[in-house]
């Protein structure tokens, strides 16, 4: 009776032993199993990841970008937005046409530049959306004898003068402004980087018996180009100037030339 007992008790042991195993391979098909659903219903997330700018703060409507607004973040590919920046400087100096709450990717449609803006709203681009930052635009009236022929693109740069009567009776002209960006011509706007870019520059329609020439101008630069014109009269300005082409690429003020001495408001 003992030795049956013993052999008995041999084939309990190999019995749990045998169930400890089974139960643990049980348990690794549940965790391997449990793995492969989470893997198809996408709860890991993607293990690659893309570089976008989001927003580091609330950015209100209406408001330039700056570099402290936004960082760059590594998220999963498939939640990166279509379209987003991936690089903070395509984004910084841009204009938010809607409200982007802290931790949002930006994307072209919801901030507006020269570009964007003229790519979204084609001719209907509002005049403020092209205005450099810091500048302000002034309408300058020329004649087709006075703007080159008629020939002035937006986008080109030139120079503005002014004709003047001597206290002989003799007249004479001396420069107002120099170096100055068309930003328009009549209701031409300048296409983005029509003022760097021959090919962009030459896609530009003249515009015949154009008067009006729309300049971007420092503010203070912007009250002498009013005092210049002197008061409006007859629904035209006082005095017309005259506006010289400069060459493509030709930047900077050329000393030594007769200067109309005209103070802006700020010295005044």
């Given amino acids: 009776m003992i030795k049956n007992l013993a052999i008995g008790g041999g084939s309990n042991?190999?019995?749990l032993v045998f169930a400890l195993v089974l139960?643990?391979?049980?348990?690794v098909l549940v965790g391997v199993y449990l793995s492969s659903l989470n893997g198809d219903n996408g709860s890991t997330g993607s293990t690659t990841t893309v570089p976008v700018v989001v927003a580091a703060q609330d950015i209100p409507a209406a408001t330039t970008v700056t570099a402290e607004m936004v960082v760059v973040k590594a998220v999963p590919s498939d939640l990166a937005l279509?379209?987003?920046y991936a690089d903070s400087t395509a984004a910084v100096g841009q204009v938010t046409q809607v409200a982007v709450q802290a931790g949002e990717q930006i994307t072209p449609a919801k901030v507006?530049?020269?570009?964007?803006?003229?790519?979204q709203f084609g001719s209907k681009t509002p005049l403020s959306l092209v205005i450099p930052a810091g500048m302000r635009a002034v309408a300058v009236v020329v004649s087709d004898v006075a703007s080159a022929g008629g020939l002035v693109r937006a986008g080109d740069y030139v120079d503005l003068m002014l004709n003047q009567q001597n206290g002989d009776g003799q007249s004479s002209a001396c420069y107002v402004l120099q170096d100055v960006q068309v930003i328009a011509v009549g209701t031409t706007l300048a296409a983005p980087d029509?003022?760097?870019s021959a090919s962009v520059l030459s896609n530009q329609a003249t515009t015949?018996?154009?008067?009006?020439v729309t300049v971007a101008v420092n503010p203070g630069d912007a009250s002498i180009l009013a005092a210049a014109q002197q008061s409006p009269?007859?629904?035209s300005v006082g005095t017309n100037l005259w506006m010289t082409l400069r060459p493509f690429g030709e930047h900077g003020v050329n000393t030594g030339l007769a200067s109309c001495g005209i103070p802006s408001a700020a010295s005044s």
């Fill in 112 to 119: 507006t530049s020269t570009g964007t803006a003229v790519s």
């Fill in 82 to 84: 279509i379209g987003a």
């Fill in 208 to 212: 015949s018996g154009a008067v009006t």
């Fill in 23 to 27: 139960g643990l391979i049980a348990a």
């Fill in 13 to 15: 042991k190999l019995l």
């Fill in 194 to 196: 029509a003022g760097s």
């Fill in 233 to 235: 009269s007859n629904g």
